[in-house]
């Protein structure tokens, strides 16, 4: 298996960029309209008003961002 | 090692999509200005003109779409 964790980047007060743990064992991450859905392995699904920023999938990790608006 | 080949996908003819291999073993990717860079677990690098549209990480995809204006 394959699968990654997926974190959300957050810019913090010291400008620097926070990795907070959203989804463990992903397998799909689709779009839709105003973000995109998560599904895991065991098919836990989470929607998140974001959209890919990167991958780093030897380190088994994809990184989310929120989109500018939140509407 | 959990790499991911790399997916252009791209309406044809009759309305579906193709999906043309751009890039295997690729490790990581990064956003770039108007695209983005796929890096191999080799070292290979290719920038491409587009966006992480979806993952299919069990089946060890990453899906890429070209921007819709390329200038």
């Known amino acids: ?3 990654a964790n997926a974190y ?3 810019k913090n007060d010291r400008n620097t960029e926070n990795q907070t743990l959203i989804m463990e064992a992903v397998d799909k991450v ?3 309209e105003n973000g995109i859905r998560l599904v895991s392995i065991f098919g836990d699904q ?3 008003k ?3 920023h990167s991958l780093s999938l ?3 990790k994809v ?3 929120l989109n500018d ?3």
Chains 1, 2 share one sequence.
Do not use: A, R
């Open 1 to 3: 298996m394959c699968e």
């Open 8 to 10: 959300l980047l957050e």
């Open 30 to 32: 689709e779009p839709e």
């Open 46 to 48: 989470k929607f998140i």
């Open 50 to 52: 974001g959209y890919i």
């Open 58 to 60: 030897v380190e088994h």
């Open 63 to 65: 990184f989310i961002k």
């Open 69 to 71: 608006k939140s509407e």
